[in-house]
């Protein structure tokens, strides 16, 4: 059973993201109509790298929740849910290119980032004049990922739902991304303290995923529907486990992957320093030189493929990975168990099938 949900959520998931893009598809030609129409072509340059990350791929799991838990309490799904989806994806591409410029990635979902197609742009225009390219393009990219935020706001507010509800997913919207960027700020201090614990590890997945990509999207979509208190306080519980579960799997793919399903390099996680539960429980547990291979890894600009091959033999003669994964699977057997206390409600059995299922498949998938 539990393999037939992950793979119905698997499927019903491709459904959604297929409506989504076409959405967001329309609604970027719009606005590059406007563009071209009212402003200059610096500004439709600017733009394009937006566009292509938006549209470039990404499981749209967070429109998902918003669009599957408005089924879930109302049996329905109005096109205007769907308008609310599009918003939180496009938020999510907001935070996704300031997250890759605080990273310095250069590859987004199989391309380029919005920043290094900005630097691109300038050094293939010869006819201006000789700047820092890299700052050139993070400064260009900052200003149309924040305005992407702006822009979904007002597919929200333009949304079809009463004022009160629009209020309140602009309100939940906006704590949660004051709530992330906390857990942003911890995840880069964690690069650089000596005294990471696991719980503040777990403190960082919790607040970066768990409460935006799960808790997030899930509230908003149980909101709108008219969920109860009760109904609300189940489904937050499901979320935040589930969604630590789902960043334990990133992190483990972010390591093992393969780079071109991934659509970036598996390197980035050690290159950056990024300490994950994969990292930290190696260190706490391995002898010296494994300690070592793992330390001297951690951070490093010059980290390459004969690196990671070590690190990863580290990772598991240390018992890391398998560790790791425990730790998934627990956290999602936990989300599911807090989910079946929705039971007694009247709530659709495709709504509740999805749930269940995408939390098994989040952390059995290879992307």
Known sequence: MKNSHATQARETLQLVREKLDE???????QLFKDIKQSYSEYSYESFKPLWDVTARGGKRLRGSFVIKTYELIAHDIPNSVYDIGMAIEMTHAYLLILDDIADRSNQRRGGKTAHKM???????????????????????????????????????????????????????????????????????????????????IVNVLKLKTGLYTY??????????????????????????????????????????????????????????????????????????????IIEHSLGNPEFNSDMLEDVR????????????????????????????????????????????????YMIQRKL
């Open 23 to 29: 959405k967001l598809d329309i609604f970027f030609q």
């Open 118 to 200: 900005i630097e691109r742009y300038y050094k293939e225009n010869k006819t201006f004049k000789t700047v820092d390219a890299e700052h050139f393009g993070n400064s260009i990219a900052i200003f149309v990922a924040l305005v992407n935020q702006h822009l979904a706001s007002n597919v929200i507010l333009d949304s079809s739902f009463p004022v009160e509800k629009k209020l309140e997913v602009l309100h939940f919207l906006n704590r949660t991304i004051y709530e992330t960027v906390h857990g942003q700020l911890n995840d880069i201090f964690n690069e650089i303290r000596v005294d990471v614990s696991e719980e503040d």
């Open 215 to 292: 808790e997030n999207p899930i509230s908003i979509g149980a909101a709108l529907a008219g969920a109860s208190i009760e109904e609300q306080k189940i489904l937050r519980d499901y979320a935040i486990p589930a969604g630590i579960a789902f960043q334990i799997q990133d992190d483990i793919l972010g390591v093992f992957g393969d780079p071109e399903k991934l659509g970036k390099p598996n390197l980035d996680d050690i290159r950056e320093g990024k300490m994950t539960l994969l990292v930290h429980h190696a260190l706490k547990v391995g002898n010296e030189s494994q300690k070592a």
């Open 313 to 360: 033999k580290v990772m598991i003669d240390t018992g890391s990975l398998d560790y790791s994964k425990t730790k998934a699977t627990e956290y999602v057997m936990k989300a599911k168990q807090e989910l079946k206390q929705g039971l007694e409600f009247n709530w659709s059995e495709e709504g509740y099938n999805y749930l269940m299922g995408i939390a098994d």
